[in-house]
Every structure is written in C-alpha cells, then in structure tokens.
C-alpha cells in the first residue's frame, strides 16, 4: 500500500516536493487554503491587467532548469523565457540612471565609464562570485542543514574569510562610486538582509545577476506556479483548495495526519510548506520545535507595502524593473531592522512587466507593481497605505520627468495585514528569516521536526533561505530527507 503524504501550502517549495514524492511513488495531497494555488505566487486579474502579486523576478534560470530536468521536462516546455535587455534600471536622482545590459562585457563598460579601473575590479570580483555561485547553487545549498560539517568542505575551508567579512566590505574595499556601491550591493536584498549583515560568500548573489542574467517568463511568474501545478498533476499528485488546516493530529509523538475544514485527514507524513511559526501552533505547545521567544528574537527579511495599479497609458524612462535609490538606504534599512518603524523617505521598485509581455496589460495601457520593503510587525492601515503611495508616486513623476496620477485607472494595495491574512505569515513577513551568517544552513530552523516523528517543514523560513530558487531546492531537500526516512521503515 502507498504511504501517503499531506502537503500544506502550495507555495514553490510545497509544489517542489510533492513532484519529488510523487516521482517517488508516494500518495501525495496538498491542502491549500486560498482560493487559487501558489502560496505567495499569486495572480490579480483585473480589467484585462495580469498583475503577479508576490514574486516578480526570475533569476537562477539554472535551478529551474534542473528542477524540470529531474523529471525529464525543460522550461521551455511549459513557458516561455525571455532575457531581459536592460536587465533592470536603477535612478539615483531626477533623470540620473543607469540601465545594466544583459552581457558582462557592457556592464564592465558602464561601471568603467563611471569609474576608471572599476571594471577591472568588478571583474575580479565576478570571477569569485562565480566560484561561489558553482560551490553553493551546485552543491552546499541541496544539504539539509543538519550540522556544521555541510559547510565546511575541502574548499570552503580555504574561503573561510568570506562567511566572517561581509559583502559591504568586499565591494567598498575597491569600488569608491556611490552609484556602483548601491548597484554591487542590491543583489543580496533578495537574501532579506543588509549588504552589511551578509557574508561576503552571498556574493554568489552578484553573479546570478550579471553573470546569468534577468528573465521573464511570458505570462508572468505565475507561469511558473502554472508549470509546476501541471507536472505535479501529471505524477499524480492531488491539489486541493480552500482547505483551512486547523490541527496536526500526533499521537505518541508521531504525526498521524491533519484536520482541514473539521475533517481529519490521515497521512503517513505531514510536510508543511507554510509559514514555519504559524504551522508550530497546530500542535500542542509540547509538540513544539522553537518558542516565541526563539521567532521573536530572529532576524526577519522585510516585509513590504505593494500597489498593483493600471495607467491608461505607456509609461515612460522606466524599464520591466526598475530601482530606485534616490534616498539613503542606511537610514531606511534601519527602519527595518534595528528601529522598526514606517520609514520616512522609503527607496522602492517598480516593476513594468507590459514593457516586456504585451498580454499582461490592454494595448497602450501599462501595468506597474510598486512595492516598499519595511519592517515586519508595524501597523497597517489604508491611511498609511494611501500615504506611502502618494510619497512614492511623486517622487517617481520627479524622478521620471512625467505625469502619470491622472493617468492611474485603478490600484489596489497589498501590505503586513494581507501577509498575515492570506498566508499566515509570522509578523507579515515576506520573505521569511534574513541570511545573515548566525541564520546560515544548519543556524536555520530544522526541515524535520525535532520533536514529532514525521513532521517536516519546508519553505523560506527553514533550509537553504528566502527566494524563487531556494524555495524550489527546499523541496527538492525535503523530499530527499521523507523518502530516505519511509525508505528505512
């Protein structure tokens, strides 16, 4: 007979390892409570605009093509890709930007024409980043995170020195313009921490930037959900929405299923792809990994303040992403992190993803997703909201050089409430625990429960950390971990 295996949540990671265990030959069932599957992934629909409510960046193109590999598929055959020329726009002032190109040798040439001898010190750089990069997307991030001895590997061993310096201070060491500093730095933000709290061995993070470059899969990043849902299905994995989880049944401290809209559902394993906190409290306090006092004293990446608005006409001197660093990121990080409070002259992005994929907005129209990063936990109410839009939106008409509120033919906003509402998220949280360095691999909350016999978790909250591509490599570790345990009953 099949073990059986009940998923909650439907996020990346969940939908990851209930390929892998399917594939396995396992009975596999998740249990999603919103409407539409994807977890954070979700999509607003509305007026003829496509709008991808959480994630909107596709970087690591690698990992997703080894994901679908690993059951003999490709991207390619459930979506479409297409690299991003410029890769993103970053403003620094009014009409003061630089675009990155899609290939190295034009990025060399822009960070030389900022700065003389730059480029020779970002290829320097880049060339350890990708050593990096080889080391932990091909090998260190696919371990469990069950002990120190993961990280410390033949060749590791001889990089130490990057796990105790941090990514601020290998860029600053030789790249003296604000600009290229701020440009070097934004690609750990993905990890949910400052550049100055991140081992320099993220700069891995660096290299999937101008190294790999940013794509769009056409459609969205829902596309992606869409793909993972359709080969999920295909190995006959059973996906089930509107199921509010309420308890995990354990008997003699053993996992013995769930109960789902008042109906229990018996399973051999119980992983949950949802928020890590939020799922400790559907066991008795006994059953629990970690305390309030362990969540409350760890490091949370941000949460953020997104609007998804519709312009009724093509937006100008932006790109599909676009940056905006005419503000101190020092003042606002520590609005996040180490004074947490509403920050007064927030940076933000803006994504234009019609400026690239013409279904996702009515023709001549443009669909913008501006998003804020702030502090877990702080208040939300459509006040502030409506405030922080309208800071935002007039300094970008400045930034731009152009007029586009009267334009504005709806928009709709998404911050800490929502994060709490609609995923349960601990504090509103968006992107899960920061990766600074005492949060690192086995420093992380544990994928198999410590004290109920098979519970596992997976997700931004435990191994290897927050993003696209970790989550997905999160499934793929769990799932490793159920079939080795089933596999020696």
């Known amino acids: ?45 509305k007026d003829g605009f496509t ?45 003061d930007s630089i675009q ?55 060749v590791t ?27 070097m730095e934004f690609p750990v933000l993905f990890l949910g921490a400052k550049p100055s709290n991140t081992p320099a061995f993220y700069s891995f993070m660096n290299y999937a930037d101008f190294g790999l470059g940013t794509w769009h899969p056409k459609g969205g990043m829902y596309e992606v959900v869409n793909a993972m849902v359709n080969l999920a299905e295909s190995l006959g994995v059973k996906i089930e929405t509107n199921q509010n989880v309420e308890n995990i049944v354990v008997v003699n401290s ?36 970690y305390s309030e006092k362990y969540w409350d004293t760890k490091v949370f990446a941000p949460s953020s303040l997104l609007f998804y608005v519709g312009f009724d006409k093509k937006i100008e001197n932006v790109s599909h992403h676009t940056l905006f660093f005419d503000t101190d990121f020092d003042v606002h990080a520590n609005a996040i992190y180490d004074d947490p409070k509403w920050p007064e002259k927030p940076l933000f992005y803006a994504s234009f993803p019609s400026k690239t994929d013409s279904i996702v907005a009515p023709e001549g129209n443009e669909a913008g997703i501006f998003l804020i990063p702030i502090a877990p936990g702080i208040e939300d109410t459509p006040e502030i909201r409506e405030k922080y839009f309208e800071n935002i939106i007039s300094r970008f008409e400045e930034l731009t050089n152009q007029k586009v509120t009267d334009s504005i033919l709806f928009k709709e ?40 016999r098979n519970l596992f978790f997976t997700g931004q909250l435990t191994v290897p950390g927050p993003g696209v591509p970790p989550a997905i490599i999160s499934g793929k570790i769990v799932s490793d971990l159920i079939k080795k345990q089933l596999s020696n009953k």
């Open 413 to 452: 906003s998404f911050c800490v409430k929502d994060f709490v509402k609609d995923y349960n998220s601990y504090k509103g949280n968006a992107y899960g625990l920061a990766n600074i360095l005492t949060q690192t691999a086995f420093l992380r909350p544990k994928i198999k429960s410590k004290k109920v």
């Open 157 to 183: 061993i001889k990089k130490v020195n990057q796990f105790f310096t941090t990514i601020r201070t290998t860029v600053r060491k030789k790249i003296k313009s604000h600009k290229l500093r701020q440009i």
């Open 100 to 154: 990155i190109p899609d290939n190295l040798p034009e990025i060399l040439a822009i960070f030389e024409k900022e700065e003389t001898g730059s480029a020779e010190h970002l290829d320097s750089f880049l060339k350890n980043a990708k050593f990096n990069y080889d080391v932990a997307i091909k090998d260190l991030v696919y371990r469990p995170g069950i002990s120190l001895t993961e990280l410390i590997t033949p």
């Open 254 to 289: 053993i996992a013995k299923g769930v109960i789902s809209n008042g109906i229990l559902i018996e399973s051999d394993i119980v992983l949950s792809g949802a928020d890590y906190h939020h799922t400790e409290t559907l066991l008795d306090k006994q059953f629990r990994g």
């Open 51 to 95: 709008f991808d409510i959480g994630p909107t960046w596709y970087w690591m193109p690698d990992v997703f093509e080894k994901f679908f590999a690993d059951f003999g598929k490709k991207p390619s055959d459930y979506y479409t890709l297409e690299k991003l020329n410029p890769a993103y726009e970053v403003y620094f002032d009014a009409l």
């Open 1 to 45: 007979m099949k073990k059986t295996i009940t998923i909650i949540g439907s996020g990346f990671s969940a939908l990851a390892a209930s390929c892998y265990l399917a594939k396995e030959g396992f009975d596999v069932t998740i249990l999603e409570k919103n409407p539409t599957v994807g977890g954070r992934a979700r999509q607003l629909l």
